[in-house]
């Protein structure tokens, strides 16, 4: 069995089912009866101006909520039924809230931009307004980065979900209770840990849950290279614990050894009720969405000004959220949708370790780390479909399609998450047949980039190449304006665009050929991926308890694929989003990396990709240049891939970007002389471009996400629902702008 809630799914349903059958009013099984505002800053960002909407103001605070263990909405959560429970019989809750707003509500757009943070922190204004700074206390005009939410007059809010997040002082955080038995004794049970070392310097390791004895003979310690090894036990006598929470190797100073993995099975006590997290983010934006006051009359802060809800998660904040919609969280207590549009980015076809006993939201897949943990469990994709191996049938929206709550869902994902997280499994059956898309759902690809947020990568890191430092922040700001417009006015967005086994840019990852990936001087390809280990974690299993750790394999029986690359080693199939480095690319980057190693078969791949740079001059013989400079690099070798213009048609030089202000796609264009602006000039936005930027059939220049509507007197005019009528006025980081006849981007 795959899923860690079906039993108590069908009990939910069925409870859910008859209630509306039977016509029986239910009393509130969920709700906010606190909200707490402790600082207000008004002005923030240093008092700037957002265009027309104008400044925005901080509040920070804390949110209080109670739930009915024993409602329908409620009985997914494992071990709500043993939190202990208030005078109500209620089980209470604690999130901390961040609320970015425009000061003047009416000059913003009407919509609250919920960001699912990610263990605690705050990514999308460094991925949507590419902040480098900031964090979860964004205050400066820095933090701000380009302004792209601000100046589209979204109220931006963020609440905490995960009870492991660390407690630093500064993360978002949730206070959830601890399950305790009936008699009110302590829960004990069995936990997994694993320590990834990538340095000589380690001497300890944490744990995510006090031991529940500290006799080292209770527990199993082992250790191995890589992830296929068979594990070696280390004796009880080697190592022990120094308290409840930290272990060491003995004698005390021992050092854990580099780019090994140490796992740690051991009983542990006093579980919180991790999944509460999936409540408390229903009932916090249900709260600020419709509620006028909590119970104490304390205004709600948003009261009135909320029309749609989108949210966005990055990495793990995506993979909570297809949990949260395949539990069936996307429906309030009243039967209100929560979020009407969701943006996932580099999820893949996986969920979490969210919602069982013993959680550890903070875990995920690699190649070489955490694959022993639940996290890509059945169903994967949102199409009804039957395991083969299990014959469970199943599909991810069945919930919010029988309550009528689905929201409108992008699925996007780098290259990355084809080898490391199956995100072909969104798209494929069980059989590896491409499926048709739900209405409700779009599927990207990245071509080539790493898993990555909004500031790339530079250097090797712990890589053996250097690190792929490409990011996707034009193209999300492009798929957000797409989703906004496909809520509130139904404007279907750009069409999917992943590759697909029926046209052969979906493949398996072996032979290399079969791949397209070139042969590189100095680069090993081994087709190494992570696969879907399906395991068997004990009977309870089902109910959200794992009893048999570490768990017993039964193999990788669920087919996954990767897309097909060019001859660069670049991806470009015809249905993926290419962003424009590519065009004309100096050396190819991939979407994994490999660790560095003494060991030259411990190739991982990594989550930061990596650069094969081509030859260059300090290749070559001094004072070659040219046509005498290519031929001595021909003579040494490296003869893996001919020139760039060769290739491309295109000089790198010559070569620059050209985007709109949702951060849509376009292929280079040749620099006329006196062309982009330089950096920090002025410009001014039109509604019209050149002849030959005309997104016309066949054309090289235009990728069809560029929103250019039609071809009018040999120029295209631009889709005003997206970009205003204020023609002339001063352009904002990332719009379309003219100097003298030829568009460029502001910088």
């Known amino acids: 069995m795959r899923s860690a809630t079906r039993r108590r799914l069908r009990r939910a349903i069925l409870c859910a089912a008859l209630s509306t059958v039977l016509v029986i009013p239910s009393a509130v099984e969920a709700r906010v009866v606190r909200i707490e505002i402790e600082r207000v800053e008004s002005p923030t960002f240093e008092g700037h101006s957002f265009g027309d909407v104008g400044p925005y103001e901080k509040l920070v605070g804390r949110v209080f909520g109670e739930v009915d263990p024993d409602a329908p909405g409620n009985a997914v959560v494992t071990d709500v039924e043993l939190a202990r429970r208030n005078a109500g019989g209620m089980v209470e809750y604690a999130v901390d809230l961040l609320i970015l707003r425009p000061v003047d509500p009416s000059q913003g757009n009407g919509r609250i931009f919920y960001e699912l943070n990610n263990r605690g922190r705050m990514l999308s204004l460094g991925q949507l307004n590419d902040a480098r700074s900031g964090g979860n206390d964004p205050t400066t005009l820095a933090d701000a980065g380009n302004g792209f939410l601000m100046r589209r007059g979204y109220t931006f809010v963020s609440s905490g979900w995960d009870a492991t997040a660390a407690a630093d002082g500064t993360r978002l955080r949730i206070a959830a209770p601890i399950a305790v038995n009936p008699d009110g004794s302590a829960v004990v049970g069995p936990a997994l840990e694993e320590f990834v070392v990538d340095n000589d310097s380690t001497l300890t390791g944490t744990l995510t849950w006090p031991a529940a004895s500290r006799d080292t003979a209770r527990a199993n310690l082992t250790v191995r290279k890589r992830y296929t090894d068979d594990p070696e036990p280390i004796d009880a006598s080697r190592w022990e614990y120094i308290d409840t929470r930290t272990i060491r190797l003995r004698p005390p100073g021992t050092r854990f050894l580099q780019g090994r993995l140490y796992e740690l099975a051991y009983p542990a006590r006093d579980p919180q009720v991790v999944g509460l997290g999936f409540a408390a983010v229903r009932d916090t934006v249900a709260f600020l969405r419709h509620a006028a006051a909590d119970d104490a009359g304390a205004p709600n802060p948003l009261a009135g000004s909320v029309e749609q809800v989108l949210t966005m998660g990055i990495s793990q904040a995506a993979r909570f959220l297809r949990d949260f919609v395949h539990l069936g969280f996307n429906a309030d207590e009243s039967g209100r949708q929560v979020f009407d549009g969701v943006l996932n980015w580099i999820g893949g076809a996986s969920g979490g370790f969210f919602n069982y006993r013993f959680a550890q939201p903070f875990r995920t897949h690699r190649q070489h780390i955490a694959r022993r943990f639940p996290e890509r469990e059945f169903p994967f994709a949102n199409h009804r479909l039957t395991d083969p191996v299990t014959g469970r049938t199943a599909g991810r929206l069945e919930r919010c399609r029988a309550s009528g709550t689905c929201p409108k869902l992008m699925e996007a994902n780098s290259a990355n998450e084809y080898w490391v997280k199956g995100a072909s499994l969104l798209h494929t059956d069980l059989a590896g047949d491409d499926l048709p898309d739900p209405p409700e759902v779009r599927f990207y690809l990245f071509s080539s980039l790493p898993h990555a947020a909004g500031i790339g990568s530079s250097g090797p890191g712990i890589c053996r190449q250097p690190r792929n430092p490409l990011v996707a922040n034009a193209g999300l700001r492009a798929l ?268």
């Open 480 to 747: 957000l304006v797409a989703l906004d417009e496909w809520v509130t006015t139904g404007d279907e967005p750009p069409a999917s665009r992943v590759p697909r086994r029926a046209d052969g840019s979906l493949v398996p990852p072996l032979p290399r050929e079969m791949v397209g990936f070139p042969s590189i001087p100095g680069v090993l390809f081994t087709g190494l991926m992570t696969t879907g280990d399906l395991f068997d974690y004990g009977p309870d299993f089902d109910e959200g308890i794992l009893t048999t750790l570490p768990p017993t394999s039964a193999g990788s029986p669920y087919p996954v694929f990767v897309p097909r690359t060019d001859a660069d080693g670049t991806i470009w199939p015809a249905s993926a989003c290419r962003r424009w480095p590519f065009r004309a690319p100096r050396s190819p980057v991939g979407p994994c990396g490999r660790r560095r190693s003494a060991d030259p078969t411990c190739a991982t791949r990594r989550a930061s990709g990596s650069t094969s740079p081509r030859p260059g001059p300090s290749d070559s013989p001094p004072r070659t240049r040219g046509r005498r400079w290519r031929s001595a690099i021909r003579t040494r070798g490296c003869t893996w891939r001919p020139s760039r213009r060769r290739r491309t048609g295109w000089r790198a030089s010559a070569c620059c970007s050209t985007r709109t202000s949702s951060g849509s796609f376009a292929r280079p264009r040749r620099r006329r002389p006196g062309g982009s602006p330089r950096r920090g000039s002025r410009c001014v936005r039109s509604t019209r471009a050149p002849a030959r930027l005309a997104n016309r059939p066949g054309s090289p220049l235009l990728s069809p996400l560029l929103p250019v509507v039609e071809v009018d007197d040999g120029g295209a005019r631009m889709d005003r629902s997206r970009f205003g009528d204020d023609a002339g006025r001063e352009s904002a980081p990332g719009e379309w702008c003219w100097r003298g006849r030829t568009p460029a981007i502001w910088r």
